[in-house]
């Protein structure tokens, strides 16, 4: 499961990245909120998780642990696909406010429930 959330987070760090030259080179930057959310929800909390996963929670379940990477990547990606949309201006924020937040809570749910694992299954 570390490898699978490292490679992951390692995923959206070149596209991060990738999206950060293009501003820079283009000189426009309305994409940087997309671009922070990438490289701190895609990148840091898939790279943290991880490194958690390797450290302390090699006891987890594997259907438990596949449950929250899944529910982490499809928030992270319907949450960064939404504010691409959002900030390009391809589809109005009434319709796009109800699909974030839906994502943002897929987010935190996964974030609930990796608490849960650390507080179940990490060694100490």
């Known amino acids: 499961m570390d490898r699978k959330f490292v490679m992951a987070g390692l995923g959206y760090?070149?596209?991060g990245l990738?999206?950060?030259?293009?501003m820079a080179a283009s000189k426009n930057h309305s994409q940087l909120v997309t671009h922070a959310h990438i490289m701190l929800l895609g990148f840091v909390v898939s790279f943290i998780y991880g490194v958690c996963h390797k450290l302390w929670l090699q006891n987890v379940p594997a259907r438990?642990?596949?449950?929250?990477?899944?529910i982490h990547q499809l928030g992270t990606l319907v949450l960064l696909i939404g504010l691409f949309c959002l900030f390009a201006g391809l589809v109005?924020?009434?319709i796009l406010g109800p699909v974030l937040g839906i994502a943002s809570v897929i987010v935190f749910s996964g974030l609930v429930l990796m608490k849960v694992m650390f507080i179940k299954y990490a060694r100490t």
């Open 92 to 94: 109005p924020e009434p």
């Open 18 to 22: 990738a999206l950060g030259i293009y």
């Open 13 to 15: 760090a070149l596209v």
């Open 64 to 70: 438990m642990a596949n449950l929250q990477f899944y």
